[in-house]
């Protein structure tokens, strides 16, 4: 049990180990080469460890508990994979370009707590591992410096910091609740059903995820932060760092408990966004920004599957959950790393480039075969033959449309110079990155002992996933046809209106300022002095 | 009700130590008097780690003993003679600022310290015997055993602090330091008055006989709520607060570190012993009710105005404004809806948690801002540019108090806005969770402002007026990583805070 121990803590402690060796300039320079191997303790944890085995640092009274549980386990394997991929594709990208310390601390952070995320077990550690989460990858939004990076990381912060203080007060309402002295998020989310505030927390664990999540309409952060990060930032910013929102949705939710109301509004939210990200970001012109809205609406969808097992009280929603998002975590970061091969890529070179990414690009829309039909297929069985597995399949028929959309500004956007080749150092990662999104889901599929194998590959299921991709494919071509009167609809939509609500707290903060140097005039002090004492003593004598 | 105190008040083994406490300092001062120029210096540097040495044995003792440590002078018993009385709140509060004086004088060294061979000067000379002077007032302000006492201690405090303010001799720093001094000797007469009012109703000051005699009647209430105000006038507390900006934004970065970090702690400190120890059932619903609006008012004006701010160390001080807002919300959490007593636990650790971690935080971030203010040549928010490149230890020091003023984890912050986010749920007072959760939104976007525009490339290349000694950016680092691990003792002794509090007795003794 101890070398048990030892690998589990390995995970987040040997990147944690590296950012702390970046205090060392000579390492610091050296540490680009090394990203790639900093997640590889955790991908050992995931095969060796047992599920459910766990460790506890600190006191008897106090103390910080980290395990690993199956969904925990899923997105911590394939977000190390991604990790390591964008790992080593970041180290030939960073060549020959200024800051590598800053990418390189901010990246380390993010990944310890991207992985720390994935296996805390008790409240305090999930919200700390969060929040190192959050400034790193702040710091990797803003690595361009430019204007719009700075906008986007300031926005990506503000809404986070925002989210973790309304998951702040649901951890400590929580925490209220559990009898005892236990931290831990299993007892806080049994205690949850029967509490008296849970109406509150649960709003509370909603509000604060789905701002994390990016649910609509919240979703504003994520096209400007992923079209302004680093592509191997992007790639896992919207593959794995953002899935933490997913399982802290999956662990903290009472899902084994039916709670309609809940359940029903959570799914129509999910499904809301995972239309909306389509219709928004078929208006979309850059590569990015288009991926950037298939996040959203497949976000979206991620969290309809937990809404739907809210609503049934269907435990089996977090295992469906937990492996949709793992296979976006492998397909998202596989497109983004793409989108920086491609744009190195000439036109005689473009189609070996190309077709991969055609391929798991069409696969996320449902293409049988691939992981994404697999995934659609897991999350059929919890929506059933309701309402949501009609918009399930509008979803599907619109991001395949999305999909194709991406894969055409995609190959606009390859280099001028018809022999340019991406470096190889770019491509294998690229590459490594899709063959593994191809075949993680089934071998998950296979190990996770739920439904069997010919199922999937019934000629009726295959149909039922093909449809909804021929029909996306007609309406593509219908779309490219008009494609000139799309309406331009600026990049984050309705952050339009928050510039309006900025406009607006400046206002008051100049009024609150000149509040306070009136206030801070000698007569208005002295006054206050007078008014204070009369006020307390009027207070404690009125007791 | 059991007698809250019923051990019998006399010398402890080891009570000793408290004197010391107190005599050091002092001694240190007068020996400076009396060896004169740099000699202030020297003393200074040698005692300060001493100091901090035998707080650390007095914490463990309290820590290991469960017991408070008294020290009665001369073995005259109150309420003729003084008791020194050193309980878990005190221990660790002194330690703290023990630390923060250490770092303080480290980084002093290079603007006060004078060289071999070159001439003494007035302001190094002045800035070292006021330090030792603050911490004298400081520890007796945490040992003290009757008001006069403590009264005594924080005149000392203010006429230690506010020449600190205007050691440059600045007109701008000498119109602040006397808005200082005014406003604070204001709070003094109120204080004495109320001092005053308490000795002729019950013939002693001693906190213990006082807490066993007191009752409510008129005249205990109006001196309480004079001695309140007249604290809160010294705390800067909003509305206030109207000397704390322009002086802890105008003095040099050292002095600046101790006002925000020690000084205002020390007006607090007895406003904790006032309402606590000497009358934990008097303040009633409606008086916590105003202390919480107050605290709240601070941390959302003083905030706003933060954000606003063109200066660095103006922005600082304003942050302090807020700070100091958070203290006062441990009134309202603390108080029992049943019993109407001020509860000794819970809110009360959080608020001193909080006020731990604002001590180090903020003097690291004074200290970091005095290092660019050094650097640059001036502290122009808006034209930071490359400082971060320039000077990564010191903004990596800024940042880090940063995160603990915005309460992420580990930092003391966290942990102090955990304990007090558990108070408002145990009270069902909601409404300062929402104060509490926005301060640190607030803070976040002041933090981001200042660190946005230090990271950003610099338009010209960045000429340092004065090359920076690493030992000061290592002891803005050093405190700024307390501050950053305090929350760490979660793991640990946190409980250190309820030792020899009167009602953890009473639980003991029944």
């Known amino acids: 049990m101890i070398g048990q121990t030892t690998l589990l803590a390995s995970a987040f402690v040997v990147p944690f180990g590296m950012l702390l060796l970046c205090l060392w300039p000579q390492i610091l320079n050296r540490m680009p080469s090394l990203l790639a191997f900093a997640p590889i303790p955790a991908l050992a944890a995931v095969l060796l460890v047992a599920t459910d085995s766990s460790f506890a640092i600190g006191s008897a009274r106090f103390h910080l508990t980290f395990a690993m549980d199956r969904p925990g386990a899923m997105l911590l394997g394939v977000s190390a994979l991604l990790w390591i991929a964008a790992g080593a594709y970041a180290s030939q990208y960073l060549q020959n370009r200024p800051n590598h310390g800053r990418f390189v601390v901010c990246w380390l952070m993010t990944l310890t707590g991207c992985v720390g995320v994935f296996l805390a077990a008790d409240m305090v550690g999930f919200y700390f591992l969060l929040a190192l989460l959050t400034l790193g990858a702040c710091g990797l939004v803003i690595y361009h410096e430019t204007p719009s990076a700075w906008r986007a990381g300031a926005v990506y912060i503000g809404l986070a910091l925002l989210a973790e203080a309304f998951l702040l007060m649901a ?19 049994a205690a949850l059903p029967t509490s008296p505030q849970r109406d509150l927390i649960l709003a509370l664990l909603i509000a604060g995820f789905g701002m994390k999540a990016g649910l609509v309409p919240f979703h504003f952060w994520m096209p400007l932060a992923y079209s302004a990060a680093p592509t191997p930032a992007a790639a896992v910013l919207s593959g794995a760092v953002v899935k933490a929102s997913i399982l802290g949705m999956i662990r903290f939710l009472p899902l084994g408990t039916a709670l309609p109301d809940w359940g029903t509004a959570i799914a129509a939210a999910g499904l809301f966004a995972a239309l909306y990200g389509v219709v928004i970001g078929i208006t979309q012109r850059s590569p990015r ?41 492998l397909v998202k970061g596989a497109l983004f790393l793409s989108v920086g091969v491609i744009a190195a890529t000439g036109s005689r070179r473009l189609w070996p480039m190309l077709l991969p990414a055609a391929i798991i690009a069409v696969g996320l829309g449902g293409l049988p075969l691939t992981g994404g039909a697999l995934a659609k297929f897991v999350a059929d069985e919890l929506l059933g033959d309701s309402t949501a597995s009609t918009i399930a399949t509008l979803s599907a028929i619109g991001t395949t449309l999305l999909m194709l959309q991406f894969l055409r500004h995609l190959a606009s956007t390859a280099s001028q110079d018809p022999q340019a080749t991406a470096n190889a150092g770019l491509v294998w990662p690229w590459l490594a990155t899709a063959a593994v999104s191809l075949v993680v889901p089934w071998t998950l599929y296979l190990t996770v002992p739920r439904g069997t194998l010919p199922d999937p590959l019934s000629a009726a299921v295959l149909w039922k996933a093909l449809w909804p991709v021929l029909l996306g494919g ?40 000149r509040t306070d140097s009136v206030l801070r005039q000698w007569p208005a002090a002295t006054v206050s002095l007078l008014i204070l004492t009369v006020a307390l003593g009027a207070a404690v004598l009125a007791r | 009700m059991p007698d809250a105190n019923l051990l ?23 020996l400076s008097f009396v060896l004169g120029g740099r000699y202030a210096e020297r003393i200074a540097l040698v005692l300060l780690p ?38 878990g709140l005190s221990a660790a509060m002194m330690v703290v600022m023990a630390i923060v004086f250490c770092a303080v004088a480290i980084f002093a060294y290079a603007d006060f310290g004078t060289r071999a061979g070159s001439a003494e000067a007035r302001a190094p000379f002045a800035f070292w015997i006021l330090l030792m002077a603050i911490w ?40 602040a330091a006397l808005r200082y001094l005014i406003f604070a000797l204001l709070g003094s007469i109120l204080y004495l008055v109320g001092t005053a009012l308490l000795y002729g109703s019950y013939a002693t000051l ?35 607060h109207l000397w704390l900006p322009p002086a802890h934004a105008g003095a040099p970065a050292a002095a600046s570190a101790v006002l925000s970090a020690v000084v205002v702690k020390g007006s607090f400190f007895l406003v904790v012993r006032l309402w606590f120890d000497v009358m934990p059932g008097m303040l009633g619903g409606a008086g916590a009710q105003l202390f919480g609006a107050l605290g709240a008012a601070a941390i959302i004006f003083g905030s706003v105005v933060a954000l606003q701010q063109q200066r660095l160390k103006l922005l600082i001080a304003y942050s302090t404004v807020a700070q100091i807002g958070y203290l006062f919300l441990i009134f309202p959490l603390a108080l029992d809806a049943a019993s109407g007593q001020l509860q000794g636990s819970g809110a009360l650790t959080g608020g001193i948690i909080q006020a731990i971690s604002h001590a180090t935080a903020k003097a690291a971030m004074f200290m970091a801002a005095g290092l660019i203010y050094a650097a640059l040549g001036h502290d122009r928010i808006a034209e930071l540019g490359g400082i971060a490149r320039a000077l990564p230890m010191t903004i990596f020091a800024f940042a880090l108090g940063g995160v603990s003023l915005i309460g992420l984890p580990p930092s003391g912050g966290f942990l102090a806005k955990w304990i007090l986010l558990e108070a408002t749920v145990a009270t069902g007072q909601w409404w300062w969770a929402l104060v509490i959760l926005a301060g640190g939104l607030f803070t976040s976007c002041y933090m981001f402002i200042v660190l946005s525009r230090a990271v950003a490339p610099s338009g010209a290349p960045l000429k340092l007026k004065t090359a920076v000694p690493k030992y000061q950016e290592a002891a803005a680092l050093a405190l700024a990583l307390t501050s950053l691990l305090l929350g760490l003792v979660a793991l640990g002794p946190i409980d250190i805070i309820e030792v020899g509090r009167p009602d953890s007795i009473m639980v003991g003794s029944r």
């Open chain 2, 136 to 175: 004298g007032a400081m520890n007796l302000i945490f040992l003290g055993g009757d008001l006069f006492t403590l009264y005594v201690a924080l005149e000392l405090l203010t006429f230690a602090a506010v020449p600190l303010v205007c050691l440059d001799g600045r007109a701008e720093t000498l119109q």
């Open chain 2, 206 to 240: 001693d906190i213990v006989l006082l807490s066993r005699q007191i009752r409510a009647e008129p005249a205990t209430l109006v001196a309480a709520a004079l001695m309140t105000i007249g604290l809160f006038a010294k705390t800067a507390l909003f509305p206030l």
């Open chain 1, 171 to 189: 951890f400590v309402l929580l925490a209220s609740e559990i009898p005892g002295n236990s931290l831990l998020i299993r007892d806080a989310a």
């Open chain 2, 8 to 30: 019998p008040d006399a010398t402890t083994t080891d009570g000793v130590f408290l004197v010391l406490a107190i005599v050091l300092p002092a001694a240190g001062v007068l």
């Open chain 2, 50 to 87: 001493s100091g901090f040495i035998l707080a650390t044995i007095i914490l463990v003792d309290v820590w290991q003993s469960g017991h408070r440590l008294v020290y009665i002078v001369g073995d005259w018993k109150p309420p003729l003679g003084i008791a020194l009385r050193a309980d």
């Open chain 1, 289 to 329: 920004l288009v991926l950037a809205y298939s996040s959203v609406s497949q976000m979206g969808f991620i969290i309809a599957i937990i809404g739907m097992g809210m609503l049934t009280g269907d435990g089996r929603a977090a295992l469906a959950a937990a492996f949709y998002a793992a296979h976006h975590v």
């Open chain 1, 474 to 513: 007609a309406l593509a071509m219908a779309l490219w046809r008009w494609w000139r009167s799309m309406p331009q609809i600026p990049k984050g939509d309705i952050i339009v209106a928050l510039d309006g609500g900025v406009r607006a707290a400046v206002t008051w903060g100049k009024a609150l300022q």
